[in-house]
């Protein structure tokens, strides 16, 4: 199985700690941010890592990977735009880096700028269990919060509704961007990018996914970080270095 993780954004709501680094190279709690996500899939024990990165910023990725010294197997992915006005979206850039790299899965997503302490073999566990795509889920335990976020709705551990920011909630179990697409599942994804379905928020596949197939879900407790900001950025770095 592969493991992507997702580093092509331009981060602009870090500036200006991201005028000249990528989000997921600065520091957090002593090392960059993309060594923790890396680290976070040990468990996972993908045969390779696939890091997608935009152009602007591949030689700074690339010098990460000359000097990893871990046991993880890393390779560099590429995507064909240097700002943000020709990016092309978290699931653009899937798609085409399924295409050029002929990815089949079962494959494991992880965005770069997603940080905890779970265990995300779960996840796994689950997969190998139904053969399904697996989505990670975490309870904000807050409605007015759970507003902010890709909302799921459960029958058992099966997601049988997900709406992307509601106004009214049907749960507190917000998305996570770790996800584990089944063979199927990729063939879906291809399905949704060719009748022109949005190429940019995940949640927007994973909504039109949840209405057509059997997709599973993990739901995690400890602590996670979406690190879409300063504010977001300022509390993971408390939490590494305490």
């Given at each position: 199985m592969d493991s992507i993780i997702l580093a092509g954004g331009f981060a602009k709501r870090m500036l200006p700690l991201t005028k000249n680094i990528p989000k997921q190279l600065l520091d957090v709690g002593g090392k960059p941010m993309l060594q923790h996500v890396i680290e976070?899939?040990?468990?996972?024990?993908?045969?390779r890592i696939i890091i997608s990165v935009n152009s602007l910023f591949a030689s700074?990725?690339?010098?990460?990977?000359?000097?990893?010294?871990?046991?993880?197997?890393?390779?560099?992915?590429?995507?064909?735009?240097?700002?943000?006005?020709?990016?092309?979206?978290?699931?653009?850039?899937l798609h085409l880096l399924f295409k050029e790299?002929?990815?089949?899965?079962?494959v494991f997503i992880a965005g770069g700028d997603n940080l905890s302490n779970f265990d995300l073999n779960r996840m796994v566990t689950m997969a190998q269990n139904t053969g399904r795509d697996v989505i990670g889920l975490?309870?904000?335990?807050?409605?007015?919060?759970?507003?902010?976020?890709?909302?799921?709705?459960?029958?058992?551990?099966?997601?049988?509704?997900?709406?992307e920011k509601p106004l009214a909630p049907s749960s507190t179990l917000a998305a996570t961007a770790y996800w584990l697409l089944s063979k199927s599942g990729i063939s879906h994804f291809r399905d949704y990018m060719g009748s022109g379905g949005d190429r940019d928020a995940m949640g927007n596949f994973l909504a039109w996914n949840?209405?057509?197939?059997?997709?599973?879900?993990?739901?995690?407790?400890?602590?996670?970080?979406?690190?879409?900001?300063?504010?977001?950025?300022?509390?993971?770095?408390?939490?590494?270095?305490?």
């Open positions: 976070s899939l040990e468990n996972v024990a993908p045969d700074q990725f690339q010098n990460f990977i000359d000097d990893y010294k871990g046991t993880m197997n890393l390779q560099l992915y590429i995507e064909p735009s240097l700002s943000e006005e020709e990016k092309l979206g978290a699931l653009g850039a790299l002929e990815i089949e899965g079962p975490y309870d904000v335990e807050d409605i007015e919060l759970a507003k902010l976020y890709g909302i799921a709705k459960q029958d058992g551990d099966r997601i049988s509704d997900f709406v949840v209405r057509r197939n059997d997709v599973r879900s993990v739901v995690f407790r400890g602590t996670w970080y979406d690190v879409g900001g300063l504010e977001s950025y300022n509390e993971a770095q408390k939490w590494f270095s305490d």
